[in-house]
């Protein structure tokens, strides 16, 4: 059980990247919210969104788990946050490869800068929850300045 913990939540191992775990952690997230979720959510995207909050969930009880096997709050090995980060941002979005590519900056900067709440999160919850929610609310942060984008071009 505890390959499968860490293989979940280092994104398939890329969290032992030893450049920018996090932004390979992003790509996997880029790649399975492409080939996978969006076929998913452009059919039904009420049952996508129940479906994406099991998975959060199950997201954050891993996260804790992992915190625990490597001994660290939010071990730089832990990518699972940033997969469904990404997925959060491209979540009913164009998938061309311009919007792709301004999905994955927009996330990189939103979960670098962390702005509020992300910010608070992050330094103050603990556990799995801490390590998951402040991806998310970076993900919906890049979910909607992508939006505007699309609206306006």
């Known amino acids: 059980m505890r390959q499968v913990i860490i293989f979940f939540a280092t994104g398939a191992y890329t969290g032992y990247s030893p450049f920018a775990p996090g932004t390979a952690g992003s790509m996997v997230g880029l790649i399975v919210g492409y080939f996978f979720c969006a076929p998913a959510w452009q059919q039904d995207p009420m049952i996508f969104a129940a479906i994406f909050a099991a998975v959060f969930v199950l997201a954050c009880l ?40 301004g999905g994955f900056l927009l996330f990189r900067l939103f979960d670098i800068f962390k702005p509020f709440p992300a910010s608070l999160i992050d330094r103050r919850m603990p556990g799995g929850p801490g390590v998951m929610l402040d991806d998310l609310f970076s993900g919906i942060y890049a979910n909607i300045v992508l939006r505007i984008l699309a609206h306006l071009l």
């Open 62 to 101: 891993i996260a804790g788990r992992a915190e625990q096997i490597f001994g660290e709050h939010d071990s730089s090995k832990i990518v699972l946050d940033e997969v469904l980060g990404m997925i959060a941002t491209m979540f009913l979005n164009p998938l061309g490869w311009p919007w792709l590519l």
